[in-house]
């Protein structure tokens, strides 16, 4: 079955430093685009970044763009997102997910609709504070 599994969570200070990876089973993600989101208490779930099919186009949201950087390694089939610079801002629960590219690869990452993101992961946590 298709799954996806995230880790690297935790709690780091501002200005730190983490890296997610999200593992993919049941399919190739080479073949699907594969996005970041994250969700706090009280605020609205926010695509992160997005990494297309194939040749790995990549799109940031505006608030991390220069701090954090999707890879994705073909090999181990999994997906990353390291992230650099934190802030208290960016805590929150952070989902994967994934679906095939039959739309442009940001219109996926900014609707975040599951209607073209098919699979998702159960999210890791992500906590930035002294």
């Known amino acids: 079955q298709l799954q996806l599994v995230e880790s690297g969570g935790g709690l780091v200070q501002p200005g730190g430093s983490l890296r997610l990876s999200c593992a993919a089973s049941g399919f190739t993600l080479n073949y699907y685009v594969t996005g970041w989101f994250r969700q706090a208490p009280g605020k609205e779930r926010e695509g992160v970044s997005c990494i297309s099919s194939g040749n790995g186009s990549t799109y940031y949201a505006d608030s991390v763009k220069g701090r954090f950087t999707i890879s994705r390694d073909n090999a181990k089939n999994t997906v990353y997102l390291q992230m650099n610079s934190l802030k208290p801002e960016d805590t929150g629960v952070y989902y994967c997910?994934?679906?095939?590219?039959?739309?442009?690869?940001?219109?996926?990452?900014?609707?975040?609709?599951?209607?073209?993101?098919?699979?998702w992961g159960q999210g890791t946590l992500v906590t930035v504070s002294e």
């Open positions: 997910a994934a679906g095939l590219e039959i739309t442009p690869f940001q219109a996926m990452c900014v609707m975040m609709s599951k209607r073209y993101l098919e699979v």
